[in-house]
């Protein structure tokens, strides 16, 4: 972080950080230790707009580190902060991209009064340090309303406080915005067409599935469209839709809300994440009896989903009957376009992703040109990392008779794979590789995020369904062949 960015506003009379402690980083700036920890300020600031507070001279040292750490996140459009009390210190990390980066160590003492001022903002209990706690922050910062959902989890040598950012104007809904592949964007755009059934979005934390969910809500969004949601906590606010917050305090939970929604006329759902079985049976009751229900569920792939339901207890005929369909999903970092470097893989790297080198010889792959940001004729647009920004990677899986029969019936995920992919099914690990193709992410990327032994045996049945026709005499070919028996041309 910028010394000139933390040390604005931070000047105090009496002796320097310096002189208390000689460890002190440029986030302390000239600030006194005794006074920081003491919370000196005691004039009247605004505390709504983070860079009036940060700036204000009235501010405490410990409010102004804070609320810089806060304008630091935002300006640099990172995802997550993480405050980590550390043996020798407090470490501030953010991720951006999907990446976690270190941004300064604080002194030691600075642990107690950094949480404690995090936890006073998201009105959460100072008291209490052993157990976790969650609550809200809200800022306005240059005409934007900023949330932060605020974590707290004791550890050994402290709060540890991490900080998700949620910025509903800074992401543009609709699937022409998220999804690159066509058939892809047509495919999920017929199924959030359709008046009734589930559609399930999978998917790690932190891998935009509420952000496809709200895509999918945006193009639903019609004055002769009753729309409901119930989420914990609302990301996005949007107009003409009744969005309601998750209150377990009081007893409302997913499944409470959902049967509260059947009696308001509704026309579409949205389930902010399906996790038990009464929630997973409540919103398959509703996508039955005329509804169009949107939920999220953690689990690898599409077709991980049936076993992840099947483990919660829900009945397989109730799935097979109510499912429209299942979107997997990640997100890649999208590789900057003006510093990318253009480059030949060996045929080894090729061969470690599927990839066979005669058929990608007029492919033009790309590499990130990663540089420490303070470097001469650094990237300004990405700051030396090489990257900037995000690119989704979509697999869709589209409910047919097949599939309905075999899910009926409790086949294993290996057999709802196969069937999947024979009825065309692009995977996870296909649809990265096309991003690199297209030179918007590298294999690298690729590699981190999507490359697992499934993956790639799923991507080499894909290809080799593909290919059940020989390029060179047109013969017919069964799926085992590795090259064609009448002219002897390798299967690519």
């Known amino acids: 972080m910028n010394s000139d960015l933390v040390s604005q506003g931070l000047q105090r009379n009496g002796s320097t950080a310096a002189a208390a402690d000689p460890g002190h980083t440029s ?29 204000a001279s009235a501010a405490s040292p410990v409010m102004s580190i804070v609320d810089r750490i806060l304008i630091e996140a935002l300006t640099s459009g990172a995802s997550d902060i993480h405050v980590e009390p550390q043996d020798d210190g407090l470490l501030i990390r953010f991720r951006q991209d999907g990446v976690l980066r270190t941004v300064e160590k604080l002194p030691k003492t600075l642990i107690p009064a950094i949480t404690s001022r995090f936890k006073i903002m998201a009105d959460l209990d100072i008291a209490e340090r052993r157990l976790p706690q969650d609550g809200r922050i809200r800022r306005n910062f240059r005409g934007r309303t900023m949330d932060f959902r605020v974590s707290t989890l004791p550890s050994r040598h402290g709060e540890k406080v991490v900080l998700r950012l949620l910025d509903s104007g800074a992401t543009k809904l609709g699937l022409d915005n998220l999804i690159t592949d066509p058939m892809a964007r047509v495919t999920l755009r017929e199924l959030g067409s ?3 059934g589930m559609i399930l979005v999978t998917g790690p934390t932190g891998s935009g599935k509420s952000t496809t969910l709200y895509a999918l809500l945006s193009e639903r969004n019609e004055p002769g469209i009753n729309i409901s949601t119930v989420e914990d906590p609302i990301e996005y606010t949007l107009k003409g839709i009744t969005q309601t917050q998750v209150n377990r305090e009081k007893g409302l939970d997913f499944s409470t809300a959902l049967r509260a929604f059947m009696r308001q006329d509704p026309d579409v759902l949205l389930v902010g994440e399906t996790r038990d079985l009464e929630t997973a049976r409540t919103a398959i009751e509703a996508s039955l009896t005329g509804h169009l229900v949107l939920t999220t569920l953690h689990c690898n792939d599409a077709a991980s989903a049936f076993a992840r339901l099947d483990e919660m207890g829900v009945e ?3 799935v097979s009957a109510s499912l429209l369909g299942v979107v997997s999903q990640r997100l890649v970092r999208r590789l900057c376009s003006d510093c990318r470097i253009p480059y030949r893989p060996d045929n080894e790297e090729l061969a470690r992703f599927g990839m066979v080198a005669t058929d990608e010889s007029e492919i033009t792959f790309y590499r990130a040109q990663a540089v420490e940001a303070d470097t001469p004729g650094c990237c300004p647009t990405c700051q030396g990392r090489g990257y900037r920004g995000r690119v989704g990677v979509y697999e869709i899986l589209r409910m047919n008779e097949m599939i309905s029969s075999a899910v009926a019936r409790r086949s294993g995920t290996e057999e709802l794979r196969r069937l999947a992919l024979e009825s065309g099914m692009k995977t996870l690990l296909g649809y990265g590789l096309d991003l690199v193709r297209e030179g918007l992410t590298t294999l690298e990327e690729v590699g981190r995020m999507l490359l697992t032994d499934t993956g790639l045996e799923s991507e080499r049945r894909a290809r080799a369904l593909s290919t059940l026709t020989c390029r060179g ?20």
């Open 27 to 55: 986030l302390i700036g000239d600030i006194d230790l005794g006074q920081a920890l003491l919370g000196v300020g005691d004039q009247e600031v605004d505390a709504e707009d983070l860079e009036a507070s940060s700036q």
């Open 194 to 196: 359709k008046p009734f």
């Open 316 to 318: 397989p005929f109730l």
């Open 473 to 492: 005499c047109g013969a017919g070919l069964q799926d085992e062949w590795l090259e064609c028996p009448y002219c002897l041309r390798i299967r690519r």
